[in-house]
C-alpha cells in the first residue's frame, strides 16, 4: 500500500491532455515538494517534473504540474504515443523520514 | 554528463546477503548524498535509505533497519548497498539515486541502471 494516492491507469488519443492525480497529506505533500517520475517499461526511472512544477532541462513543456494542498497532478498537453509510460509521484515525508512514492499511473496512448 | 553506473545481477539463495556498487561520474561525489530505492516485478518504487557521500552517515527506512548496510568509497566515487538475510521478498530492481538539494527543494535527479537481485532457493 502506497503512502501516496494515484489512479492505477489514465489513457488518451494522440493530441488530448490527460491529467493524473496524486493525493497525499499533510507530512508529506501538504509541507514538502513534490517530483514526477517517468519510467518506461524494463528501464529506470527518470525525473520529469521536480519543486512541484519545474520542468529538467530536456523536459518539453507539454508536461507541467499542479499543486493544491494536499494534491497535485501532472498534466499532460498534445499527448503523443511515446509518452506511454509509468508515472509516479514522490515526496518527502517529515513523519516517515523518507521519501514516499505513489503506486504509479500506467498512461495508455490509443 | 551525471552517470550512475551499477553492478549487473545477482541471484542468492534464501538467507544469503547481496552488495550492489554504484560507480558514479560527471559530479562531485561527496557533494551529493546517495539514496537507494527498489522495485519489485509490477509493482512500484520503495525507498531503502540514504547515505551521506561526505560523512558516510547513514539513515535506513524502518523496514530495512538491522538488514541494510550502505557505505562507500570516496576514492572510486562508488557507493555500495548491502542487505543480508535476503527471502524471496527481496527479489526486486535495486537502484543508486542521486540527491540534488537546492535551498528547501529537494529530488532524486540521476538513477543509476538498475541491479536485479533475484532470491530463489
Known amino acids: 500500500q502506497s503512502v501516496l494516492t494515484q489512479p492505477p491507469s489514465a489513457s488518451g488519443t494522440p493530441g488530448q491532455t490527460v491529467t493524473i492525480s496524486c493525493s497525499g497529506s499533510g507530512s508529506n505533500i501538504g509541507r514538502n515538494t513534490v517530483n514526477w517520475y517517468l519510467q518506461v517499461p524494463g528501464t529506470a526511472p527518470s525525473l520529469l517534473i521536480y519543486n512541484d512544477n519545474q520542468r529538467p532541462s530536456g523536459v518539453p513543456d507539454r508536461f507541467s504540474g499542479s499543486k493544491s494542498g494536499t494534491s497535485i497532478s501532472l498534466a499532460i498537453s498534445g499527448l503523443q504515443s511515446e509518452d506511454e509510460a509509468d508515472y509516479y509521484c514522490?515526496?518527502?515525508?517529515?513523519?516517515?523520514?523518507?521519501?514516499?512514492f505513489g503506486g504509479g499511473t500506467k498512461l495508455t496512448v490509443l | 554528463q551525471v552517470q550512475m553506473v551499477q553492478s549487473g545481477a545477482e541471484v542468492k539463495k534464501p538467507g544469503a546477503s547481496v552488495k550492489v556498487s554504484c560507480q558514479t561520474s560527471g559530479y562531485a561525489f561527496t557533494l551529493y548524498d546517495i539514496h537507494w530505492v527498489r522495485q519489485a516485478s509490477g509493482q512500484g518504487l520503495e525507498w531503502m535509505g540514504w547515505m551521506d557521500s561526505n560523512t558516510d552517515h547513514t539513515v535506513y527506512a524502518p523496514k530495512f533497519q538491522g538488514r541494510v548496510s550502505m557505505t562507500r568509497d570516496t576514492s572510486k566515487r562508488t557507493a555500495y548497498m548491502e542487505l543480508s538475510s535476503l527471502t524471496s521478498e527481496d527479489t526486486a530492481v535495486y537502484y543508486c539515486v542521486r540527491l540534488v538539494r537546492k535551498v528547501i527543494v529537494y529530488f532524486l535527479d540521476s538513477w543509476g541502471q538498475g541491479t536485479l537481485v533475484t532470491v530463489s532457493s
Open positions: 514522490a515526496a518527502w515525508d517529515d513523519g516517515l523520514n523518507g521519501w514516499v
